[in-house]
C-alpha cells in the first residue's frame, strides 16, 4: 500500500517540489469573512460575505487529496462568495498521508454538520434548500459518494453536485459502481480535461452515464491550439493568497509553482453560477451564451 501512496503522489505532484515557490496571486474587492475551525480531520473553513443578505446559499466545497490549504482554490471561493453563496471548505484530511480514504465522506459530513452548527449559533441567515456539492478530483469522487449516500450520513439533498476531475487514482475508495441512487432532482454537472494524465475520465464518464437524473451535463474541454489553455488535472486550482493557511504540503507546493488563473477558471466558474442559479436546463447548459477561446465538447 505504501508504494501505491507514493506512486499516486508522484503522478499528483509531478517534477521538483522543492523549486522555490512562484505564486500566482489573484485578489479581488469582495471582502470575505472567514472562520477558521480546521484544527483536525473533521474541521472545517468557513467563508462567508461581509455584506448584510437576508439569505445565503451554501456551497459545499470538497478540495481535491491533499489540498487542505484553501488558498489552491482562494480564487474560486472568493467568486462563490462574491455571489452571495456561503462556502464550507472541510479539511477531511491530517495529512497526505492520513486517514485512509474510506475516511473522507464521513469526515466531510462531521465538517459539514459542525459547520451548519456554528452558523446556527451565530444566526447567520442560510438556505440549505440552496445548497451546492463542489468537488475536484478525490473532492469531486466524494461529492458523487455523496449525491448518493447523504441521506444515510445525516446530509441534506444539494440541488446541484459539480465533480471536477473526478478520480481516485490507486484507491477504491468512494468509488461506485453505479450513480443510479442520485436523487433525480438534483442537476448533475461532470467536468473533465481532455489531457488528465492524473486520473483521466473513466471516473467522470461512469458518474455520468450510471447518473438517472433528467438534468445532467457532461463537458469535456481540451486544450487550445496555440497552448494558451490546458486541459489537465488542475484547471480548477487558482491560488488566492488571502486564504493560505500556511501549509507547504506537497500539494501547495505544486499549486505555488503551477496553478494560474485564465479564462478555463472563468469558464468552471460561470458553469456552476448558471446551473446553480436557474431552476432549469437553460440555454448556457447548452453553452450558448458561454465565451469559450478553446475546444469543449457538451453533452
Known sequence: MIWSI???????????LYLNDV???????????????????????????????SSYSVVLFVHGYGCINPMIYGAWIRHLVSQGNVVIYPRYQESIWTPSPRMFALNVAHAFSNAIELMDSLHVPYRLDQLAYVGH??????VAYLGVYHDS??????????????????????KLESY?????????LVLVGKDDKTVGDALGRQIFSTAQVPYKRFVEHL?????????????PEGLDMAFDNGDRNVSAKRALR???LDAVDTLYWDLFDHTFQTDSL?????????????PIEVK
Open 6 to 16: 507514493l506512486l499516486f503522489i508522484k503522478f499528483l505532484f509531478p517534477g521538483n
Open 23 to 53: 505564486p500566482v496571486v489573484f485578489t479581488d474587492t469582495i471582502s470575505v469573512r472567514t472562520i477558521d475551525r480546521a484544527a483536525d480531520q473533521q474541521g472545517y473553513y468557513l467563508y462567508l460575505p461581509e455584506r448584510a443578505a
Open 137 to 142: 478530483s478525490y473532492g469531486g469522487t466524494t
Open 153 to 174: 450520513l445525516d446530509m441534506p439533498a444539494p440541488r446541484v453536485i459539480m465533480a471536477c476531475q473526478p478520480g481516485t487514482g490507486p484507491f477504491d475508495a468512494l
Open 180 to 188: 443510479a441512487g442520485i436523487d433525480p432532482a438534483i442537476k448533475l
Open 223 to 235: 486544450a487550445s491550439e496555440d497552448e494558451l489553455f490546458t486541459a489537465s488535472h488542475y484547471e
Open 258 to 260: 503551477l496553478a494560474k
Open 282 to 294: 437553460s440555454p448556457v447548459w447548452e453553452l450558448d451564451s458561454v465565451s469559450n477561446p478553446f
